[in-house]
């Protein structure tokens, strides 16, 4: 994707009583995507007892790792935004939003007459806004004391992530998206469409983002992140005599970018892309269900295991 670098910004964490939460910052760059760069921060032991925890971000170019320069930043102005974020309480009850194939462009022939871009943001926003205390009290739970944070515990896209090979359509949609909204933790699957436009290998090009681009926006807890063992930036992928390179009809990426093995409250959740070979995630199918089985039974039956996939791509996976 091609607009990351606009959304720049570096993230803290911070407790309740104000309290730094321990964080290395961290630089991503990718050629693919003309240099643009993802600055974030790593939240370290981020708290599982359900209580919010404020993230702060700041104008990246005044940052600096130590206190005096934090401290300036906010006395400058340099505070982009802040919000309470938080995880559900471990093994307590979990709910959330999944989404697939959404399509908001003139991809599908009835998004733009729909309006489904600003429709779709104004219905996730109008979920989030509704707050953790009257959700709850509503779906028959104790309701507790946090009435500032969404109610929803996650917001999943489960591959075609609005079928954009360039990054604007992900950037209109979510700077459609309210602060709330943004703070809901996201899960996200690669589908064909986000990995070749066209929807399969053989007619990849060189304009495809093979995952990478959506790799950086959403900065996914996966098995490996930003893996560049295969590299679509490699001369030998791009031209092959008089013709465009072959390599762009083969996945040019690495499964474990996109593979994860989550837990939120009483969900677990294993996501992975079709595009994988079955010998390369098979471990990891199998190590998912011995930890799904493992939660099932110490919770006596309150734990759910969820399977997020897209699409079987059979070549590619039995070959």
């Known amino acids: 994707m091609t607009d990351v670098a606009d959304v720049t910004g570096v993230v803290r964490g911070e407790g309740e009583a104000g309290d730094a939460v321990e964080a290395a910052t961290t630089v991503t760059t990718y050629t693919k995507t003309n240099t643009n760069a993802l600055y974030s921060t790593l939240v370290k032991d981020f708290p599982s007892d359900g209580k919010p925890v404020l993230l702060t971000v700041y104008n990246a170019s005044s940052f600096s790792a130590d206190s005096?320069?934090?401290?300036?930043?906010?006395?400058?102005?340099?505070?982009?935004?802040?919000?309470?974020?938080k995880l559900v309480a471990d093994n307590t009850r979990a709910q959330g939003i999944v989404w697939a194939d959404p399509c908001v462009s003139k991809w599908c022939p009835l998004a733009v007459e729909w309006d489904l871009l600003n429709r779709s943001a104004e219905m996730l926003n109008a979920i989030t806004n509704i707050t953790g205390n009257s959700a709850k009290a509503k779906a028959g739970d104790a309701a507790d004391s946090d009435t500032t944070t969404p109610a929803i515990d996650f917001f999943a896209i489960v591959g075609d992530v609005f079928y954009d090979q360039q990054g604007s359509l992900t950037k209109s949609l979510y700077d459609g998206f309210s602060l709330k909204t943004k703070s809901v933790p996201n899960q996200v699957v690669l589908g064909n469409h986000d990995a070749w436009i066209c929807s399969r290998p053989g007619c990849g090009t060189k304009n495809d983002q093979f995952g990478y681009g959506i790799q950086q926006w959403y900065a996914q807890d996966t098995v490996e992140w930003m893996n560049f063992t295969v590299n679509p930036d490699d001369p030998k992928y791009h031209t092959q005599g008089d013709r465009e390179g072959t390599g762009y009809k083969s996945f040019l990426n690495t499964f474990s970018n996109s593979l994860f093995i989550q837990k939120i409250g009483n969900l677990g959740f294993l996501g992975y892309t079709g595009a994988s070979k079955l010998t390369e995630i098979e471990p990891y199918l199998k190590e998912a269900c011995a930890f799904f089985e493992e939660e099932y039974e110490k919770s006596e039956g309150k734990f759910f295991g969820i399977l997020y996939g897209h699409c079987?791509?059979?070549?590619?996976?039995y070959m």
């Open 312 to 317: 079987s791509l059979y070549k590619m996976m």
């Open 68 to 85: 005096d320069s934090d401290s300036n930043s906010k006395k400058n102005g340099n505070v982009l935004a802040q919000t309470p974020v």
